[in-house]
């Protein structure tokens, strides 16, 4: 079983499009995190939610609106993609501050 | 403050000789500190951790690290590298608010046959 799991895989849209990206943990992690990775593999944090509460919130402009239904899911939803969300977004979870997994990764092309 | 650095953002080695991936950290608390390796085109992947327990660190697939207080550095190192190492590495340190972890900008280590 996978632990942490991500979709889609891959991403094309239009500019100006919605999009969502779904993220599922099975290791019962109370924090779930998401990541951006540009074209030059610099990761950077996006959210953190710990027990479904928002405790991390970077300089992300507010089309990115995460959801957590609970625990285990983590979701990202960006309104109005433009040509520079192009990237790859890891999802990731944890046990408070121990090891954090990583889902496979969306790659997101804004055409 | 936490912060890293890694000192290379790209190091270049030959099949079977020596790997060193150097990583500084700077921390206000005690640090627990990660190495992870991403293929091309895959996730992140644990190495390995320190967590206060034993400063030499041992990790998968024959990588060790050391956490040396003094020099607040935590490098990587595997004595014989293997084509199967090529990827890109980074480094990470958690302290403080344990939710929060920060990344190296990574190295790309390439392996020459």
């Known amino acids: 079983d996978t632990a942490v799991s991500q979709t889609p895989k891959y991403l094309v849209t239009q500019m100006g499009n919605d999009k969502s990206i779904k993220c599922e943990q099975n290791l019962g992690h109370d924090t779930m995190y998401w990541y951006k990775q540009d074209s030059k593999k610099f990761l950077k944090i996006m959210f953190s939610y710990n027990n479904k509460e928002l405790i991390i919130n970077e300089t992300v402009p507010n089309r990115f609106s995460p959801k957590s239904p609970d625990k285990a899911h983590l979701n990202l939803h960006i309104n109005s993609l433009e040509l520079g969300d192009s990237a790859v977004y890891f999802c990731?979870?944890?046990?408070?501050?121990?090891?954090?997994?990583f889902g496979p990764g969306t790659r997101l092309t804004v055409l | 403050a936490q912060s890293v650095t890694q000192l290379d953002s790209h190091v270049s080695v030959s099949e079977g000789t020596p790997v060193l991936l150097r990583c500084n950290y700077s921390?206000?608390?005690?640090?627990?500190l990660f190495w992870y390796v991403q293929h091309p085109n895959k996730g992140l992947q644990l190495l390995l951790k320190?967590?206060?327990?034993?400063?030499l660190v041992k990790g998968i697939n024959g990588f060790e690290a050391e956490f040396k207080k003094s020099e607040t550095s935590f490098h990587l190192t595997k004595p014989s590298a293997h084509m199967s190492d090529a990827a890109e590495y980074f480094c990470v340190v958690s302290a403080g608010n344990f939710n929060k972890f920060y990344f190296g900008s990574g190295t790309k280590l390439n392996v020459k046959p």
């Open positions: 990731a979870s944890s046990s408070r501050g121990d090891t954090q997994y």
């Open positions: 921390s206000s608390y005690s640090p627990s």
């Open positions: 320190y967590t206060s327990a034993a400063t």
